[in-house]
Nanobody, 122 residues
């Protein structure tokens, strides 16, 4: 059974860093995307990575601050988030697709985790 579980969220001060993890099971080389949904806003794409980790894509507004990576031996995808601001406060979700498209659209992903809360506040 295919499953994704996010972890690593929490409360962090502005300017701080967090590393989110997405542990997956039921597959190995699926593409993984990270999305986030802030209160009162639509879910938006953050980043995605191909099954072997060789290709990545980022939302333009997040390039340079966020880094996606994966360890297929551990069946985990990571999202390193630096220089966080209150605008990064959201529930962060990971999602999987059998094919890597490079797209950061929800419709490109079939399987979703439950999300992890990230709050950036002083």
């Amino acid at each position: 059974q295919l499953q994704l579980v996010e972890s690593g969220g929490g409360l962090v001060q502005p300017g701080g860093s967090l590393r989110l993890s997405c542990a997956y099971s039921g597959f190995t080389y699926y593409a993984i995307g990270w999305f986030r949904q802030a209160p009162g806003k639509e879910r938006e794409g953050v980043s995605c990575i191909s099954g072997n980790g060789g290709r990545t894509n980022y939302a333009d507004s997040l390039k340079g601050r966020f880094t996606i990576s994966r360890d297929n031996a551990k069946k985990t995808v990571y999202l390193q988030m630096n220089s966080l601001t209150p605008e990064d406060t959201a529930v962060y979700y990971c999602a999987a697709s059998a094919y890597y498209s490079g797209r950061l659209e929800q419709r490109s992903y079939n399987y979703w985790g439950q999300g992890t809360q990230v709050t950036v506040s002083s």
